[in-house]
T-cell receptor, first 108, second 115 residues
Framework: SQELEQSPQSLIVQEGKNLTINCTSSKTLYGLYWYKQKYGEGLIFLMMLQKGGEEKSHEKITAKLDEKKQQSSLHITASQPSHAGIYLCGADDYKLSFGAGTTVTVRA | EAQVTQNPRYLITVTGKKLTVTCSQNMNHEYMSWYRQDPGLGLRQIYYSMNVEVTDKGDVPEGYKVSRKEKRNFPLILESPSPNQTSLYFC??????????????FGPGTRLTVT
């Protein structure tokens, strides 16, 4: 199955600052998903990327998939306390595989 | 409201006592799956089901069973739970709009502790 590596494992950011999370795959990605999870709760779908070079935005969150389709980044602009949580990338490899997650803490 | 429900949400049990975690979805999805989430390991798939009566092993199926007798339900069965099955479990269901276009809907999670 797909091996997905996320970095960093965790990060702390001051409210209002930007942050970036990376997801790297061992294989070409046919579909890349980003999810957000509040601690101990279910996952919430953020967005899906399929094409090389694709970029999608939702509110202050932007996700990109590189041309080679082996790396994706999630960028949050002007972070807020509501952005705190665990962000996971998932790869479409017939069945969905996930990275280990990045824990984001936003300090007021 | 489209949703995936799991029960129970929290469970503490003892080694060897059979238990079932139920999962139900109201979206008429064909594909359903079970994951466990452990610190540092992320989400790992236990079993999945492509449709009624069609199930297959995921990455960590040992110690678990599933069944899919109806489209909406996909229970996870631990015949003889052990402490290494202490984890947070998620059920998910998925649209199948093509090989690379599905989005998974996750249940709220079941926190299981086996002593």
């Amino acid at each position: 199955s797909q091996e997905l590596e996320q970095s960093p494992q965790s990060l702390i950011v001051q409210e209002g600052k930007n942050l970036t999370i990376n997801c790297t795959s061992s294989k070409t990605l046919y579909g890349l998903y980003w999810y957000k999870q509040k601690y101990g709760e279910g996952l919430i779908f953020l967005m899906m990327l399929q094409k090389g070079g694709e970029e999608k935005s939702h509110e202050k969150i932007t996700a990109k998939l590189d041309e080679k389709k082996q790396q994706s980044s999630l960028h949050i602009t002007a972070s807020q306390p509501s952005h705190a949580g665990i962000y996971l990338c998932g790869a479409d490899d017939y069945k969905l595989s996930f990275g280990a997650g990045t824990t984001v803490t936003v300090r007021a | 409201e489209a949703q995936v429900t799991q029960n129970p949400r929290y469970l503490i049990t003892v080694t060897g006592k059979k238990l079932t975690v139920t999962c139900s979805q109201n979206m008429n999805h064909e594909y359903m799956s079970w994951y466990r989430q452990d610190p540092g390991l992320g989400l790992r798939q236990i079993y999945y089901s492509m449709n009624v009566e069609v199930t297959d092993k995921g990455d960590v199926p040992e110690g678990y069973k599933v069944s899919r007798k109806e489209k909406r339900n996909f229970p996870l069965i631990l015949e003889s739970p052990s402490p290494n099955q202490t984890s947070l479990y998620f059920c998910a269901s998925t649209t199948t709009g093509g090989a690379s276009s599905y989005e998974q809907y996750f249940g709220p999670g079941t926190r299981l502790t086996v002593t």
